[in-house]
C-alpha cells in the first residue's frame, strides 16, 4: 500500500527505523524522568519538583538520542550494512562513465596559503593515482579581502599550475563583492560555471579527500539520478596539541560507529556539514538559493549555518540527501585549542539559532526540522543544564535537611543508567577496534587503555567548561551581539598562562564560589556536584595542559592515520614542507613587486577585468591616492587603499608607469628597498 502511494522503498525503511529508534528514545527518558520524580523527597514543594524534573527529562532525550544512535551504528557495523548509496570501499574501484568532469571546489578567505595549496595538490596527486583525473576540475574560489594574501594566492596557483602542468585543470578567481560568505561563493561559481559540471565537491580550506572516494562519490551520483547531495564522515587529522590529538581520537575510535548510526536513521534525509560533500550542481542552483532573514529580530540577517538549511531545501524539493558512512577517505583538522574550538563554536551558535526561523518554513520535513532543532539543542541544551544544576543548588541552600536524591532502588537504577548512556558507548568504538584488527594502530592495548581513560577524564573536566561559555554565547546571541566570521585558526597551540587567566579566569572564579557555597550549605550536595565544580575550577590550567604539544609518536592519543597515514596525508606533508620554501611564501612586501616588477605586473592584470564609466569623483579620489603613494612609497597606503589599486586596471598601470619613472634615488629607496 504504501509503495502504490509512490513512497520508496529507502522511505519506507526509514519510517519503520524512525518509530523504532524514537519510541527506544521515549522509553528510556520516560523510565528515568519517572524514577528521579518518584524518588524525589515529599517535603520538596511540587514547583521545585518540576523544576528539577522537566529539564531533568529534556536532557536525557538528548543523552538517549546520542546513545540509541551508536547502538545502531554498533548495528550496521556489524550485522546491517545494507541501503548504502556508494559502492563499499573494499570493492574493486569503479570506472566512471560521466562526459563532463565534476568540479572540486575550494572557498578560502585569507588562508595560509601554502597550508591550503598543499592539500590541493595532495588531492590532485591522490586522483592522479586512481587514473580518473581527467573526470575532475580544480576551482580555487577567493573571497580574501588582504591584499597580500590576495597577490600569495594569485602567485601560488601559477607556481602549482606550472608544477603540475596543469594550467587547464586548475582555475582561480576572486570575487570583489563578498556577499554571503562561503555560500554565496559557491553560488556565484554555480551561476558562471555550474552548467559546465553536473557535480561539485565542495571542500574546506583544511579538507582532504583521497582520489578512491572522490570516484566513488561521482559513480554514486552518476547511478543515483534523484540524488541531490552526498555527505562523507569527517575524520580529524594532522595536530600536535593535546586537545586536538584528544579529538582525533574520539573521531577516529568511536566516529564510524556514529556514522553508521545516523547513516541508519537518516537513510535519503541526511544533513550537510559544509564541506567534503559531492552536489548535484543543477539541483543546488534550482533550490538552494538562501534568503536573508528579516533583520528586525535579534537572529536576522544571512544566514550563517547555511549547510543545515541547503540540505532542507534540496529535500523539501523531492532530492534525496545521503550520508555515505562507510567512506573514510575524507579528512579535516580541528581546532589546535579548546579557544579556538571556543571561537569557531560563538560563530556556530548564532548559525543553528537562527535555524528556529527555518524550521517552521513550509515544505520542510519533519525530520530535517528535528535536525534543525537538534542543531539549536547543542547549544540551548548548556543553559538548560546550567539552570538546572542552580536549581539543584539552590534546593541544597534551601531545604539542607532534605536528601534530594536518596540512594533509593530507583536512584540507583538511574545512575546506572545514565552512566551507561555516558560511557558505555565508547565500548562500542573498543569493539570495532578489536573486529577490524587495528587495536596495534591505536597505540596497542595499553596505549588505547590510557588514551581512552585520559581522554574520558578530560572530556569530563571540560563539559563543564564547555557549559559555561555555550550558556554565555547563546544569552550573547540573544542579546543581538552578533559573531564576528573571520578565519578559523588551524595551527598552533602553546597557550600562556596569562592568556589562559584572561579568558577563563571568570569560570574558575564562579567554580570555586559555587563549590564554596555547597561545602558550608550542603557537603553532601557538594559531593554529588563535585565534577563540575573541579572542571569549572581547574578550568585555567585544564586550557594550558590541552594546548601544549605532543609527539606524534607517543602512543597516547595515537590514531590509526598516524600510525599507518594515507598517501594522501603523507603527500600533503611533502607538498606543505615544499611549499613553505617557495619565493611566494616569503613575507616580503608583494603588492610592491607587482607595481614595479613587470612580470608580477602582467600576471596580476589577467586576473583584473578592465572597467569603464568610472565616477569623476571616485576617479579624482583616485588619483589623489596614486599621487600620495607616489610621493611617500608603498607604506603610506592602508589595507584597503592597496585592494582598490590592485583591483582598478587603469589605475595600476598607471602607477606602474609612474614608478618606474620616479628620480633613481627615490625609486630606490621607496620601492626597491620593499622587496
Known amino acids: 500500500m504504501e509503495q502504490t502511494l509512490g513512497r520508496k522503498p529507502w522511505q519506507v525503511t526509514a519510517t519503520r527505523r524512525r518509530k523504532a529508534f524514537f519510541s527506544g528514545i521515549a522509553l528510556l527518558t ?25 529539564p531533568f527529562a529534556f536532557l536525557f532525550f538528548w543523552l538517549a538520542l546520542g546513545f540509541m544512535t551508536a547502538s545502531a551504528g554498533l ?4 550485522f546491517g550494512g545494507t541501503n548504502r548509496i556508494a559502492s563499499s570501499p573494499s570493492s574493486p574501484l569503479p570506472q566512471l562513465q560521466t562526459v563532463d568532469t565534476t568540479a572540486i571546489l575550494l572557498p578560502i578567505y585569507n588562508e595560509d596559503i601554502a597550508y591550503v595549496y598543499a592539500g590541493l595538490q595532495a588531492i590532485y596527486q591522490s586522483l592522479e593515482k586512481t587514473g580518473h583525473l581527467q573526470h575532475f576540475e580544480f576551482y580555487i574560489l577567493s573571497d580574501s579581502d588582504d591584499a597580500s594574501n590576495w597577490l600569495r594566492e594569485e602567485a601560488a596557483w601559477s607556481n602549482l599550475c606550472r608544477e603540475l602542468g596543469s594550467t587547464d585543470r586548475i582555475h582561480y578567481r576572486r570575487r570583489k563583492h563578498r556577499t554571503k560568505k562561503k555560500s554565496g561563493n559557491v553560488m556565484d561559481f554555480c551561476r558562471r560555471w555550474g552548467k559546465r559540471h553536473p557535480f561539485m565537491v565542495v571542500l574546506d580550506a583544511d579538507s582532504l579527500m583521497t582520489g578512491d572516494t572522490l570516484v566513488r562519490l561521482v559513480d554514486a551520483m552518476d547511478r543515483n539520478e534523484r540524488v541531490g547531495l552526498i555527505q562523507t564522515p569527517l575524520y580529524n587529522v594532522g595536530l600536535d596539541t593535546l586537545y586536538a590529538r584528544g579529538q582525533q581520537l574520539v ?5 564510524p560507529v556514529f556514522f553508521a548510526g545516523l547513516h541508519w536513521w537518516w537513510l535519503g534525509e541526511s544533513q550537510y556539514w559544509g564541506h567534503n560533500v559531492i552536489i548535484r550542481t543543477q539541483a543546488f542552483m534550482g533550490h538552494c538559493h538562501l534568503p536573508k532573514l ?6 536576522g540577517g544571512e544566514i550563517l549555518s547555511h549547510d543545515f538549511v541547503e ?16 567512506l573514510d577517505g575524507s579528512f579535516e583538522r580541528p581546532p589546535p585549542t579548546m579557544t579556538d574550538s571556543l571561537k569557531r563554536d560563538r560563530r556556530w551558535c548564532q548559525g543553528n539559532l537562527q535555524h528556529w526561523r527555518i524550521i517552521w518554513s513550509h515544505g520542510v520535513s519533519n525530520l530535517h526540522r528535528f535536525l534543525l532543532l537538534n542543531g539549536i539543542v547543542s547549544y540551548v541544551s548548556s543553559p538548560i543544564w546550567l539552570s538546572w544544576l542552580l536549581v539543584l543548588t539552590a534546593i541544597a541552600v534551601f531545604y539542607p535537611h532534605l536528601t534530594l536524591i536518596p540512594l533509593t532502588a530507583g536512584n540507583s537504577a538511574l545512575l546506572i543508567m545514565t552512566i551507561v548512556l555516558l560511557f558505555f558507548y565508547k565500548t562500542f568504538g573498543l569493539i570495532q577496534a578489536v573486529r577490524k584488527n587495528t587495536i596495534e594502530q591505536f597505540g596497542g592495548v595499553t596505549g588505547l587503555t590510557a588514551s581512552v581513560l585520559t581522554e574520558t577524564f578530560l572530556s569530563m573536566l571540560t563539559a563543564p567548561v564547555r557549559m559555561m561559555y555555550y550558556s554565555k554565547f547563546v544569552v550573547q546571541v540573544l542579546r543581538g551581539k552578533r559573531a564576528v566570521w573571520g578565519t578559523q585558526q588551524r595551527t598552533g597551540g602553546g597557550l600562556t598562562w596569562g592568556d589562559a587567566v584572561r579568558e577563563y579566569g571568570w569560570v574558575s572564579l564562579i567554580g570555586l564560589a559555587w563549590g564554596l557555597l555547597l561545602l558550608a550549605f550542603n557537603p553532601m550536595a557538594f559531593l554529588w556536584m563535585s565534577p563540575v ?3 569549572l575550577v581547574l578550568a585555567v590550567p585544564l586550557a594550558v595542559l590541552t594546548s601544549i604539544q605532543t609527539s606524534l609518536q607517543s602512543p597516547l592519543f595515537r590514531t590509526p592515520d598516524e600510525a599507518n597515514p594515507d598517501f594522501i596525508l603523507q603527500a600533503f ?4 614542507s615544499r611549499m613553505l620554501a617557495t619565493p611566494c611564501m616569503s613575507t616580503r612586501d608583494l603588492f610592491t613587486r607587482v607595481i614595479v616588477d613587470p612580470l608580477a605586473f602582467r600576471q596580476h592584470m589577467t586576473y583584473i577585468p578592465q572597467r569603464s564609466n568610472v565616477p569623476e569623483g571616485t576617479r579624482q579620489q583616485r588619483e589623489e591616492l596614486v599621487k600620495r603613494l607616489l610621493e611617500q612609497g608603498p607604506g603610506s597606503i592602508t589595507n584597503p ?7 582598478d586596471a587603469d589605475m595600476l598601470c598607471q602607477l606602474h608607469t609612474q614608478v618606474w619613472q620616479l628620480p633613481e634615488a627615490q625609486f630606490d629607496e621607496q620601492w626597491m628597498s620593499k622587496l
Open 533 to 535: 565544580i573541579a572542571g
Open 294 to 299: 528579516e533583520e528586525s529580530g535579534k537572529l
Open 251 to 255: 573521531n577516529r575510535l568511536y566516529g
Open 573 to 576: 606533508e611533502e607538498n606543505h
Open 30 to 54: 520516560g523510565l528515568a524522568t519517572f524514577w528521579l520524580g518518584n524518588n524525589l523527597p515529599a517535603d520538596l514543594p511540587l514547583l521545585w519538583q518540576a523544576l528539577v524534573v522537566i
Open 75 to 78: 548495528w550496521v557495523l556489524n
Open 311 to 326: 540540505a532542507a531545501l534540496l529535500n523539501r524539493a523531492g532530492w534525496e540527501t545521503w550520508l555515505a558512512y562507510d
Open 641 to 647: 587603499e592597496r585592494l582598490v589599486i590592485l583591483e
